[in-house]
């Protein structure tokens, strides 16, 4: 940009403001992926060949950049070839997405990979703790090097750094990733108790169990109840996993199922599928309820699924003239059935 052009701005400040908020943060990153296509600041200068920036503007782009490259180096920033990244196996955050894919694919084709990826060095290589979405999209534009912090994370550490900072991250989680994620988090959390030598005599396996369930509830604000459903999501087959994860079943549901055998859960996917049958909490507690006595065949579990005679719920209306002599809170209202059916059931004994 000229000596005459800086003139112009100089002089005329109110218009070249105009002028250059209209086209200013797209030509900056035009120059900041010229940036970081390696291009130096005098070719930039020379193919920059509109008037909205000056050469005191594209100074400031790469003095930001060189203070952000030599910043990020402070803190173990590397750009690792492709070939040097290896995924977590088995990790259970789905990539597979093509909508929000498209979207990060964009995002990277404009401003790069913003967040650096997080691994640790494992086997000579570097293992992907965090950001399996960003490599995978950055590949899919074309990508062979990657911005990434390193950890140096043990075995434990690695898999919980990777639950933690997934489960805190994503916008959206489905169930089945979720419960995965708590798995491997309770996994990790009970081997660290193992090296402590926690002594059996005084914690048994269920106390540690809890203990561990606790932690997580804790740390991800998640009732023990929630907890225990999620981790028993483990327990279904892949139809039963998929019809939780499209809302067809809820976490009560998939808790009770998730005790039959895998026969059993077979014929229920196929029904509801192919039935396109709905199945509600009454129905999969009287499943697992008979499937611990007995083998539930196709035929059994189709007259569950269409039984006329299974409970329904009855509704009574009182007024609250009625019930003020007896109850103070009317808000409770699992008191008040608490207290009429025991009422009911001492009349009957």
């Known amino acids: 940009m000229g000596n005459e052009d800086e003139k112009i701005y100089k002089e005329n400040p109110?218009?070249?403001?105009?002028?250059?908020?209209?086209?200013?943060?797209?030509?900056?990153?035009?120059?900041?992926?010229?940036?970081?296509?390696?291009?130096?600041?005098?070719?930039?200068?020379?193919?920059?060949?509109?008037?909205?920036?000056?050469?005191?503007?594209i100074d400031k782009i790469y003095a930001d950049n060189e203070i952000a490259t030599e910043n990020a180096n402070q803190h173990n920033l590397l750009f690792l070839k492709d070939e040097e990244l290896?995924?977590?196996e088995n990790q259970p955050f789905r990539t597979d997405n093509e909508e929000d894919n498209k979207e990060l694919e964009d995002s990277i084709r404009v401003n790069g990979i913003i967040e650096p990826i997080i691994v640790r060095p494992y086997q000579g290589k570097y293992q992907i703790l965090s950001g399996h979405r960003r490599r995978k999209c950055g590949r899919n534009i074309g990508l062979t090097e990657f911005p990434c912090y390193v950890r140096e994370k043990t075995d434990d550490e690695a898999k919980l750094y990777l639950v933690d900072t997934n489960l805190t991250s994503r916008a959206i989680i489905k169930p089945t990733e979720r419960a995965k994620a708590y798995l491997m988090r309770k996994q990790a959390l009970k081997d660290e108790k193992l090296?402590?030598?926690?002594?059996?005599?005084?914690?048994?396996?269920?106390?540690?169990?809890l203990n561990i369930r606790k932690a997580i509830m804790k740390e991800n604000s998640v009732s023990n109840g929630n907890i225990q459903r999620y981790l028993r999501i483990n327990y279904l087959n892949q139809d039963l996993q998929e019809a939780i994860d499209n809302g067809i079943i809820n976490l009560k549901i998939a808790e009770h199922l998730s005790f039959l055998r895998k026969e059993e859960q077979n014929i229920i996917a196929n029904y509801i599928?192919?039935?396109?049958?709905?199945?509600?909490?009454?129905?999969?507690?009287?499943?697992?309820?008979?499937?611990?006595?007995?083998?539930?065949?196709?035929e059994k579990i189709e007259e569950i699924f269409t039984n006329s005679n299974l409970s329904k719920k009855i509704s009574i209306l009182f007024d609250e003239f009625e019930l003020e002599p007896f109850f103070d809170d009317f808000k409770n209202k699992k008191m008040i059935k608490r207290t009429i059916l025991n009422a009911l059931e001492n009349k009957n004994s």
């Open 14 to 57: 109110h218009i070249s403001r105009i002028i250059r908020e209209a086209k200013l943060d797209e030509v900056l990153e035009i120059v900041k992926q010229w940036k970081r296509e390696g291009k130096t600041k005098e070719e930039a200068l020379e193919m920059m060949d509109n008037q909205i920036l000056i050469e005191s503007d």
């Open 86 to 88: 290896i995924d977590y």
């Open 195 to 209: 090296k402590e030598k926690v002594d059996k005599d005084i914690m048994n396996d269920n106390q540690r169990d």
């Open 273 to 298: 599928k192919f039935k396109n049958a709905k199945i509600n909490e009454s129905q999969a507690k009287r499943m697992k309820e008979k499937s611990y006595n007995e083998y539930l065949t196709k």
